[in-house]
């Protein structure tokens, strides 16, 4: 597609039931990204997708959040048993191979509230 | 440790007036510096990003961005604030995989 896309755009839920995320990034992009966005606090990297390589988890906060990317393509980011301070903005992005030549495309975010 | 500083999370100019965004980054950060604004509501857009050897790069809607090895500091100028300009705005930089974001500045402009 023309730009990386989220879905869904918006998604309250309640505590403790499991949501999913998806990113669709731009064709050909060979890396994808995940952040998460909270009031004040920047962008926290979670993971990091490139190529057929394995993936970056490093930033992932807990073992109840996961992601994975199937085909090289769309990502699907999944957290478990929710919890209140899961509450954030999650944002995708990908590039064409790794950040430094032309930075990232990033989708416009899925806002995730857990009440 | 990479680490990305943005000096202000708030910054205030009246329309017409020069814009100065701070962000200093740790030494082992480069090669990779961008500047990023995100508009209410909307994701991040790329505004610029450093080229190795360049001191002075330009971007997008009249920003400038000057690195300085010296100071290990990449700030953001544009030299006429516009009300259009209101937005935050995001410092990251990298060596390699992910990139480091700073934690943002909110950019106001008065009337």
């Known amino acids: 597609g023309a730009g990386v896309s989220q879905s869904p755009s918006n998604k309250v839920t309640e505590k403790g039931k499991d949501v999913e995320l998806r990113c669709d990034p731009i064709s050909g992009h060979t890396a994808l990204y995940w952040y998460r966005q909270s009031l004040g606090q920047g962008l926290e990297f979670l993971i990091y997708f490139q190529g057929n390589s394995a993936p970056d988890k490093s930033g992932l906060p807990s073992d109840r959040f996961s992601a994975e990317r199937t085909g090289g393509s769309v990502s699907t980011l999944t957290i478990q048993r929710t919890q209140q301070e899961d509450s954030a903005v999650y944002l995708c992005?990908?590039?064409?191979?790794?950040?430094?030549?032309?930075?990232?495309?990033f989708g416009s975010g899925t806002r995730l509230t857990v009440v | 440790a990479q680490s990305v500083t943005q000096l202000g999370s708030h910054v205030s100019v009246s329309e017409g007036a020069l814009v100065l965004l701070r962000c200093n980054y740790s030494s082992s950060v480069p090669p990779y510096l961008f500047w990023y604004v995100q508009y209410p509501n909307q994701g991040l857009q790329l505004l610029l990003k450093y080229t190795t050897g360049a001191t002075l790069v330009k971007g997008i809607n009249g920003f400038e961005a000057e690195f300085k090895k010296s100071e290990t500091s990449f700030h953001l100028t544009k030299p006429s604030a516009h009300m259009s300009d209101a937005a935050e705005y995001f410092c990251s930089g990298g060596s390699q995989g992910n990139l480091i974001f700073g934690k943002g500045t909110k950019l106001s402009v008065k009337p």
């Open positions: 992005a990908s590039s064409l191979g790794g950040p430094g030549n032309y930075g990232y495309t």
